[in-house]
Protein backbone atom coordinates (compact mmCIF):
# COMPACT_ATOMS: atom_id res chain seq x y z
CA UNK A 1 0.00 0.00 0.00
CA UNK A 2 2.84 2.21 1.19
CA UNK A 3 4.92 1.37 -2.24
CA UNK A 4 1.90 1.67 -4.24
CA UNK A 5 1.21 5.30 -2.55
CA UNK A 6 4.38 6.58 -3.16
CA UNK A 7 4.52 5.68 -6.78
CA UNK A 8 1.28 7.19 -7.22
CA UNK A 9 2.44 10.81 -5.57
CA UNK A 10 6.05 10.52 -7.80
CA UNK A 11 3.23 10.31 -10.69
CA UNK A 12 1.23 12.91 -9.50
CA UNK A 13 4.37 14.91 -8.54
CA UNK A 14 6.05 14.77 -12.39
CA UNK A 15 2.71 15.74 -13.86
CA UNK A 16 2.68 18.44 -11.56
CA UNK A 17 6.25 19.57 -12.79
CA UNK A 18 5.51 19.11 -16.34
CA UNK A 19 2.35 21.07 -16.03
CA UNK A 20 3.67 24.19 -14.09
CA UNK A 21 6.81 23.83 -17.51
CA UNK A 22 3.70 24.61 -19.33
CA UNK A 23 2.10 26.95 -18.00
CA UNK A 24 5.77 28.96 -17.56
CA UNK A 25 5.87 28.89 -21.37
CA UNK A 26 4.79 31.69 -22.98
CA UNK A 27 1.99 31.83 -25.06
CA UNK A 28 3.79 33.48 -28.18
CA UNK A 29 6.18 31.16 -28.14
CA UNK A 30 3.85 27.53 -28.59
CA UNK A 31 2.25 29.91 -31.31
CA UNK A 32 5.57 30.49 -33.25
CA UNK A 33 6.13 26.40 -32.65
CA UNK A 34 3.20 25.97 -34.71
CA UNK A 35 3.39 28.67 -37.03
CA UNK A 36 1.50 28.92 -39.44
CA UNK A 37 -1.60 27.14 -38.49
CA UNK A 38 -3.77 29.55 -40.27
CA UNK A 39 -3.86 31.16 -43.52
CA UNK A 40 -1.74 33.83 -44.10
CA UNK A 41 -2.65 37.32 -45.32
CA UNK A 42 -0.70 39.33 -48.29
CA UNK A 43 -2.13 43.17 -48.27
CA UNK A 44 -0.99 44.77 -51.22
CA UNK A 45 -1.92 48.17 -51.75
CA UNK A 46 -2.60 48.34 -55.50
CA UNK A 47 -5.74 46.77 -57.35
CA UNK A 48 -5.67 43.16 -58.63
CA UNK A 49 -3.93 42.70 -62.32
CA UNK A 50 -0.95 45.41 -61.56
CA UNK A 51 2.42 44.57 -61.96
CA UNK A 52 2.42 44.76 -57.64
CA UNK A 53 -0.73 42.28 -57.80
CA UNK A 54 0.63 39.53 -60.05
CA UNK A 55 4.35 39.63 -58.20
CA UNK A 56 2.45 39.00 -54.61
CA UNK A 57 -0.11 36.49 -56.02
CA UNK A 58 2.70 34.29 -57.59
CA UNK A 59 4.84 33.97 -54.71
CA UNK A 60 1.79 33.57 -52.33
CA UNK A 61 0.69 30.67 -54.31
CA UNK A 62 4.24 29.35 -54.01
CA UNK A 63 5.11 30.13 -50.60
CA UNK A 64 1.03 28.36 -49.32
CA UNK A 65 2.60 25.25 -51.17
CA UNK A 66 5.66 25.23 -48.95
CA UNK A 67 3.82 26.14 -45.74
CA UNK A 68 0.86 23.92 -45.84
CA UNK A 69 -1.37 26.92 -45.02
CA UNK A 70 -3.14 29.45 -47.41
CA UNK A 71 -1.87 32.67 -48.48
CA UNK A 72 -4.53 34.71 -49.69
CA UNK A 73 -4.11 38.05 -51.49
CA UNK A 74 -5.52 41.19 -49.80
CA UNK A 75 -6.24 44.40 -52.31
CA UNK A 76 -6.32 47.38 -50.48
CA UNK A 77 -5.96 49.88 -53.03
CA UNK A 78 -6.37 54.05 -52.29
CA UNK A 79 -4.57 57.34 -50.43
CA UNK A 80 -1.27 55.96 -52.43
CA UNK A 81 -0.79 52.97 -50.38
CA UNK A 82 -1.18 54.53 -47.45
CA UNK A 83 -4.72 52.69 -46.48
CA UNK A 84 -2.39 49.09 -47.08
CA UNK A 85 0.43 50.38 -45.01
CA UNK A 86 -1.65 51.14 -42.31
CA UNK A 87 -3.57 48.07 -41.85
CA UNK A 88 -0.98 46.10 -41.47
CA UNK A 89 0.80 47.97 -38.61
CA UNK A 90 -1.55 48.16 -37.04
CA UNK A 91 -2.34 44.40 -37.77
CA UNK A 92 -1.43 41.86 -34.59
CA UNK A 93 2.04 41.35 -34.67
CA UNK A 94 1.95 37.26 -35.03
CA UNK A 95 3.03 37.40 -39.02
CA UNK A 96 -0.36 36.24 -40.08
CA UNK A 97 -0.23 39.62 -41.84
CA UNK A 98 1.97 41.08 -44.00
CA UNK A 99 2.62 43.65 -46.67
CA UNK A 100 3.60 43.31 -50.85
CA UNK A 101 5.70 47.24 -50.23
CA UNK A 102 7.31 48.86 -53.05
CA UNK A 103 9.06 51.80 -53.70
CA UNK A 104 5.99 53.82 -52.21
CA UNK A 105 6.38 52.51 -48.65
CA UNK A 106 9.54 54.81 -48.92
CA UNK A 107 8.39 58.01 -50.86
CA UNK A 108 5.24 58.24 -48.57
CA UNK A 109 6.93 59.19 -46.13
CA UNK A 110 8.58 62.50 -47.75
CA UNK A 111 5.64 63.14 -49.72
CA UNK A 112 3.01 63.34 -46.99
CA UNK A 113 3.10 65.73 -43.89
CA UNK A 114 2.83 64.91 -41.38
CA UNK A 115 4.33 61.30 -42.52
CA UNK A 116 1.63 58.77 -41.96
CA UNK A 117 3.90 56.20 -40.58
CA UNK A 118 7.94 55.44 -40.13
CA UNK A 119 8.35 52.26 -41.95
CA UNK A 120 11.60 51.88 -40.03
CA UNK A 121 9.74 51.65 -36.77
CA UNK A 122 6.17 50.22 -37.39
CA UNK A 123 7.05 47.59 -39.49
CA UNK A 124 9.86 44.64 -39.58
CA UNK A 125 11.43 43.82 -43.10
CA UNK A 126 10.95 40.06 -44.28
CA UNK A 127 12.85 39.52 -47.31
CA UNK A 128 13.13 41.54 -50.76
CA UNK A 129 11.25 39.71 -53.53
CA UNK A 130 12.53 41.02 -56.86
CA UNK A 131 12.47 44.42 -59.41
CA UNK A 132 10.67 45.31 -62.37
CA UNK A 133 12.35 48.57 -64.18
CA UNK A 134 11.17 51.61 -65.03
CA UNK A 135 11.04 52.62 -68.91
CA UNK A 136 11.27 55.76 -70.59
CA UNK A 137 8.90 55.32 -73.50
CA UNK A 138 7.60 57.82 -76.61
CA UNK A 139 4.49 57.22 -79.19
CA UNK A 140 5.31 55.93 -81.93
CA UNK A 141 5.64 59.57 -84.08
CA UNK A 142 7.67 61.16 -81.68
CA UNK A 143 10.69 62.65 -83.06
CA UNK A 144 12.71 61.19 -80.67
CA UNK A 145 14.95 58.10 -81.70
CA UNK A 146 17.06 58.11 -78.29
CA UNK A 147 17.32 59.58 -75.56
CA UNK A 148 20.02 61.32 -76.66
CA UNK A 149 17.73 63.13 -79.17
CA UNK A 150 14.89 63.91 -76.57
CA UNK A 151 17.78 65.44 -74.14
CA UNK A 152 18.59 67.49 -76.75
CA UNK A 153 14.81 68.67 -77.60
CA UNK A 154 14.67 69.38 -74.00
CA UNK A 155 17.85 71.13 -73.57
CA UNK A 156 16.85 73.61 -76.69
CA UNK A 157 13.58 74.15 -75.10
CA UNK A 158 13.64 73.47 -71.41
CA UNK A 159 10.29 72.76 -69.75
CA UNK A 160 8.52 72.31 -73.27
CA UNK A 161 8.59 68.77 -73.29
CA UNK A 162 5.68 67.05 -71.10
CA UNK A 163 5.98 63.67 -69.83
CA UNK A 164 3.14 61.71 -68.63
CA UNK A 165 3.44 58.87 -65.12
CA UNK A 166 1.08 57.11 -62.89
CA UNK A 167 0.45 59.86 -60.70
CA UNK A 168 2.47 62.75 -58.54
CA UNK A 169 5.18 60.78 -56.23
CA UNK A 170 4.50 57.37 -58.13
CA UNK A 171 8.02 55.48 -58.96
CA UNK A 172 7.81 56.34 -62.63
CA UNK A 173 7.94 60.13 -61.74
CA UNK A 174 10.22 59.96 -58.80
CA UNK A 175 12.64 58.27 -62.03
CA UNK A 176 12.11 60.57 -64.49
CA UNK A 177 12.73 63.94 -62.01
CA UNK A 178 16.00 61.97 -61.01
CA UNK A 179 16.94 61.11 -64.45
CA UNK A 180 16.04 64.57 -65.61
CA UNK A 181 18.08 66.30 -62.60
CA UNK A 182 21.10 63.84 -63.96
CA UNK A 183 21.15 64.62 -67.59
CA UNK A 184 20.52 68.50 -66.89
CA UNK A 185 17.30 68.76 -68.52
CA UNK A 186 14.03 70.79 -67.50
CA UNK A 187 10.82 68.92 -68.47
CA UNK A 188 7.07 69.52 -67.59
CA UNK A 189 5.02 66.36 -65.33
CA UNK A 190 1.77 65.47 -66.33
CA UNK A 191 0.58 63.34 -63.63
CA UNK A 192 -2.37 60.93 -64.09
CA UNK A 193 -4.58 58.91 -61.50
CA UNK A 194 -3.15 55.42 -63.18
CA UNK A 195 -0.54 54.27 -65.89
CA UNK A 196 -4.00 52.82 -67.90
CA UNK A 197 -4.81 57.07 -68.95
CA UNK A 198 -1.16 57.97 -68.72
CA UNK A 199 -0.41 55.49 -71.26
CA UNK A 200 -4.18 56.21 -73.55
CA UNK A 201 -2.56 59.70 -74.05
CA UNK A 202 0.86 59.11 -75.01
CA UNK A 203 -0.61 56.69 -77.81
CA UNK A 204 -2.97 59.27 -78.84
CA UNK A 205 -0.17 61.87 -79.13
CA UNK A 206 -1.64 64.08 -76.35
CA UNK A 207 1.75 64.00 -74.40
CA UNK A 208 4.55 62.37 -76.37
CA UNK A 209 6.96 60.77 -73.51
CA UNK A 210 5.80 58.60 -70.39
CA UNK A 211 7.71 57.00 -67.25
CA UNK A 212 5.80 53.66 -66.05
CA UNK A 213 7.32 50.29 -65.31
CA UNK A 214 8.10 47.54 -68.31
CA UNK A 215 5.17 45.50 -67.29
CA UNK A 216 1.72 48.42 -68.46
CA UNK A 217 3.88 49.59 -71.65
CA UNK A 218 5.29 45.91 -72.70
CA UNK A 219 1.75 45.49 -75.18
CA UNK A 220 1.30 48.68 -76.62
CA UNK A 221 4.86 48.13 -77.31
CA UNK A 222 4.51 45.02 -78.96
CA UNK A 223 1.20 46.42 -80.98
CA UNK A 224 3.71 49.68 -82.04
CA UNK A 225 1.76 52.25 -80.40
CA UNK A 226 4.88 52.84 -78.56
CA UNK A 227 8.40 52.72 -78.50
CA UNK A 228 10.63 52.79 -75.32
CA UNK A 229 13.96 54.38 -75.46
CA UNK A 230 15.56 53.17 -72.73
CA UNK A 231 15.58 50.89 -69.21
CA UNK A 232 16.16 52.73 -66.26
CA UNK A 233 18.40 49.77 -65.15
CA UNK A 234 21.62 48.28 -64.84
CA UNK A 235 21.37 45.54 -67.24
CA UNK A 236 19.10 45.09 -70.16
CA UNK A 237 15.48 43.63 -69.94
CA UNK A 238 14.22 39.89 -70.44
CA UNK A 239 11.15 41.60 -72.14
CA UNK A 240 12.85 44.23 -73.87
CA UNK A 241 16.50 42.79 -75.00
CA UNK A 242 17.11 45.44 -78.23
CA UNK A 243 16.71 48.07 -75.88
CA UNK A 244 19.74 50.25 -74.17
CA UNK A 245 19.97 50.41 -70.92
CA UNK A 246 20.32 54.05 -69.41
CA UNK A 247 23.95 53.30 -68.44
CA UNK A 248 24.61 52.54 -72.33
CA UNK A 249 22.36 55.69 -73.08
CA UNK A 250 25.19 57.82 -71.56
CA UNK A 251 24.10 58.24 -67.66
CA UNK A 252 26.21 54.80 -65.99
CA UNK A 253 25.29 54.31 -61.86
CA UNK A 254 22.22 55.45 -63.01
CA UNK A 255 19.12 53.45 -61.73
CA UNK A 256 15.33 53.45 -61.15
CA UNK A 257 13.50 50.46 -61.05
CA UNK A 258 10.34 49.13 -58.71
CA UNK A 259 11.36 47.02 -56.13
CA UNK A 260 8.98 44.61 -54.15
CA UNK A 261 9.33 43.29 -50.90
CA UNK A 262 7.37 41.32 -47.82
CA UNK A 263 7.28 42.93 -44.49
CA UNK A 264 5.57 42.60 -40.97
CA UNK A 265 4.41 44.77 -38.36
CA UNK A 266 6.85 45.51 -35.66
CA UNK A 267 7.03 43.73 -32.79
CA UNK A 268 6.52 40.00 -35.07
CA UNK A 269 8.95 37.12 -33.03
CA UNK A 270 12.10 36.69 -34.86
CA UNK A 271 11.62 32.97 -35.45
CA UNK A 272 8.15 33.64 -37.24
CA UNK A 273 9.98 36.37 -39.42
CA UNK A 274 13.15 33.98 -40.16
CA UNK A 275 10.13 31.39 -40.98
CA UNK A 276 8.86 33.34 -43.46
CA UNK A 277 12.14 34.62 -44.58
CA UNK A 278 12.87 31.34 -45.26
CA UNK A 279 9.52 30.26 -47.10
CA UNK A 280 10.17 33.17 -49.46
CA UNK A 281 13.35 32.12 -50.63
CA UNK A 282 12.42 28.88 -50.83
CA UNK A 283 9.51 30.07 -53.17
CA UNK A 284 12.45 32.42 -54.82
CA UNK A 285 14.38 29.56 -56.41
CA UNK A 286 11.23 28.02 -58.04
CA UNK A 287 10.81 27.58 -61.66
CA UNK A 288 7.36 29.12 -61.25
CA UNK A 289 8.00 32.45 -59.58
CA UNK A 290 11.38 33.01 -61.63
CA UNK A 291 9.41 32.68 -64.88
CA UNK A 292 6.74 34.69 -63.49
CA UNK A 293 9.05 37.78 -62.83
CA UNK A 294 10.85 37.38 -65.94
CA UNK A 295 7.01 37.99 -67.79
CA UNK A 296 6.67 41.00 -66.43
CA UNK A 297 9.87 42.02 -67.32
CA UNK A 298 11.50 41.65 -63.59
CA UNK A 299 13.66 39.86 -61.68
CA UNK A 300 14.20 38.22 -58.60
CA UNK A 301 16.52 39.34 -55.88
CA UNK A 302 17.51 37.42 -52.69
CA UNK A 303 18.80 38.46 -49.37
CA UNK A 304 18.38 38.86 -46.08
CA UNK A 305 15.60 41.19 -44.37
CA UNK A 306 18.50 43.20 -43.14
CA UNK A 307 19.57 44.02 -46.96
CA UNK A 308 15.59 45.24 -47.47
CA UNK A 309 15.97 46.75 -44.47
CA UNK A 310 18.76 48.82 -45.74
CA UNK A 311 17.12 49.44 -49.31
CA UNK A 312 14.32 50.94 -47.47
CA UNK A 313 16.29 53.70 -45.73
CA UNK A 314 18.44 54.44 -48.43
CA UNK A 315 15.32 55.04 -50.23
CA UNK A 316 13.50 56.96 -48.19
CA UNK A 317 17.15 59.35 -48.10
CA UNK A 318 17.03 59.79 -51.75
CA UNK A 319 12.92 60.08 -52.14
CA UNK A 320 13.52 62.90 -49.44
CA UNK A 321 15.75 64.58 -51.05
CA UNK A 322 14.32 64.74 -54.38
CA UNK A 323 10.72 65.80 -53.20
CA UNK A 324 12.29 68.91 -50.94
CA UNK A 325 14.18 70.08 -53.96
CA UNK A 326 11.83 69.13 -56.65
CA UNK A 327 8.82 70.52 -54.30
CA UNK A 328 6.68 67.06 -55.21
CA UNK A 329 3.04 66.83 -53.91
CA UNK A 330 0.67 63.95 -53.71
CA UNK A 331 -2.30 63.92 -55.57
Same mark, same amino acid.
Given at each position: ????????????????????????????????????????????????????????????????????????????????????????????????????????????????????????????????????????????????????????????????????????????????????????????????????????????????????? %? #?????? !???? =? /???? *???? @???????????????????????????????????????????????????????????????????????????? %? #?????? !???? =? /???? *???? @??
Amino acid at each position: MITAFKRSAGKLGLAGVLMAAAAAIPVSALAQAAFPSKPVKVVVGYSAGGAVDIVARTVAQSMAGSMGQPVIVDNKPGAGTNIAVKSVIDAPADGYTLLMAANALAANMALYKPSPFDAERDLVPVAMVGRVPVVIAVNANAPYANVAKLIEAAKAKPGSIPFATPGNGSTPHMAMELFARAAGMSLQHVPYRGGAQAITDTIGGQVPVIAIN %A #LEVLPH !VKSG =K /LRVL *AVLT @PGRSSIFPDVPTIAESGFPGFEASVWYGLAAPAGTPKPVVARLHAEVQKALQTTEVRERMASVGGEVVTGSPEMFG %A #LIHSER !VRYD =K /LVRE *ANIK @PD
